[in-house]
């Protein structure tokens, strides 16, 4: 059984920076694909960006690009996400979500069923 735990979430003004952590409890694996969502309340959860075992970063959002980055430490299963140059439109519960297979990343919420229970982050002055 997998459990992710998000922390690092907050409030911020606009033009500050985060950075969001994801610890994953997984029985050993051959690799993995994990990855960080967004979702605000009454919108589909959007994907941020993945990073599987053997690729490392392998999707990031256009809406994110230049701004945040994620990285992994496949050692210890922990997944960041760097937050910079926060807008309000970040506004939103960030999750971390889990596959199995390393093969699968992707931005789409449906390929996973393995979740945190999200952290929240609120850009606001």
């Known amino acids: 059984q997998v459990n992710l735990v998000e922390t690092g979430g907050g409030k911020v003004q606009p033009g500050g920076n985060l950075t969001l952590s994801c610890t994953a409890s997984?029985?050993?694996?051959?690799?993995?694909?994990m990855a960080w969502f967004r979702q605000v309340i009454g919108k589909e959860r959007e994907g941020v960006a993945t990073?599987?075992?053997?690729?490392?970063?392998?999707f990031v959002a256009d809406s994110v690009k230049g701004r945040f980055a994620v990285s992994r430490n496949n050692a210890k299963n922990f997944l960041f996400l760097e937050m910079n140059d926060l807008k309000p439109e970040d506004s939103a519960m960030y999750f971390c979500?889990?596959?199995?297979?390393?093969?699968?990343?992707?931005?789409?919420?449906?390929?996973?069923?393995?979740w945190g229970q999200g952290t929240q982050v609120t850009v606001s002055s």
């Open positions: 979500a889990y596959d199995h297979d390393w093969r699968r990343c992707s931005l789409l919420a449906e390929r996973y069923n393995i």
């Open positions: 997984v029985p050993s694996s051959e690799g993995s694909c």
């Open positions: 990073s599987n075992t053997w690729e490392g970063v392998k």
